[in-house]
């Protein structure tokens, strides 16, 4: 079975610009999840949908960051405007279900480098 | 919410030997603790997984044990090889439904070399 797609793979943005990254899951994942994941730390959830709701955005920088997954399938998440900060792989993740005992798997990420 | 911590944060073993890394958390409800390894460039992927009705849970050379009393688990590596070599992140999560349950809480990493 074909493993969770994600593009762009690398983006360089200068700093108070937009970005969107984009995520294809597993067929048939009701859960999608976005996670952060700084250089040397472990990731770092900001988003949780089941098929096109939002189960959990608690920390979600929402003054500059948004997500949405049309149709409970692709999702995209966006950056607007970025910061320095934000310099991280975001990483998109795919389950069967919600319930957090599932495997979660993991897309090959994109690289975020803001200047 | 939830805290992982891992150790150690660099790990440098010889082929053959064994690895040990080791994780503390500090939600008593935490009750699924699953171990990714993720090489250079790629997503993290399962390598094996404990659930908190089980102390131990054995793969081929890869183990993972669970303390529920003193909040800890580990992952044991036996017979290491060069492609072993990666890091490995621990992670805990309290499953159930219902907002923020499910999430995983991850820790910081090790950084595993297997010299050959």
């Known amino acids: 079975e074909a493993g969770v797609a994600q593009s762009p793979r690398y983006k360089i943005i200068e700093k108070r610009q937009s970005v969107a990254f984009w995520c294809n899951p597993i067929s048939g994942h009701a859960t999608l999840y976005w996670y952060q994941q700084i250089l040397g730390q472990g990731p770092k959830l900001l988003i949780q949908f089941q098929n096109n709701g939002v189960v959990d955005d608690s920390q979600l920088p929402k003054d500059r960051f948004s997500a949405e997954r049309l149709k409970g399938v692709d999702s995209t998440l966006k950056i607007q405007p970025a910061k320095l900060e934000d310099s991280a792989v975001y990483l998109c993740?795919?389950?069967?279900?919600?319930?957090?005992?599932?495997?979660?798997?993991f897309g090959p990420g994109t690289r975020l480098l803001v200047l | 919410g939830e805290n992982v911590e891992q150790h150690p944060s660099t790990l440098s073993v010889q082929e053959g030997d064994s690895a040990v890394i080791k994780c503390t958390y500090s939600?008593?409800?935490?009750?699924?603790f699953p171990w990714y390894k993720q090489e250079l460039g790629k997503g993290p992927q399962l390598i094996i997984d404990?659930?908190?009705?089980?102390g131990e849970k054995k793969d081929q050379r890869i183990a993972v044990t669970l303390n529920k009393t003193a909040k800890h688990f580990s992952l044991h590596i036996t017979e290491t090889q060069p492609e072993d070599s990666a890091v490995y992140f621990c992670a805990a999560s309290i499953g159930g439904r219902g907002s923020t349950l499910g999430r995983l809480y991850f820790g910081r990493g090790t950084q595993l070399t297997v010299w050959p």
């Open positions: 993740a795919s389950s069967r279900g919600g319930t957090g005992q599932e495997t979660q798997y």
């Open positions: 404990i659930r908190s009705n089980v």
């Open positions: 939600d008593s409800a935490s009750n699924y």
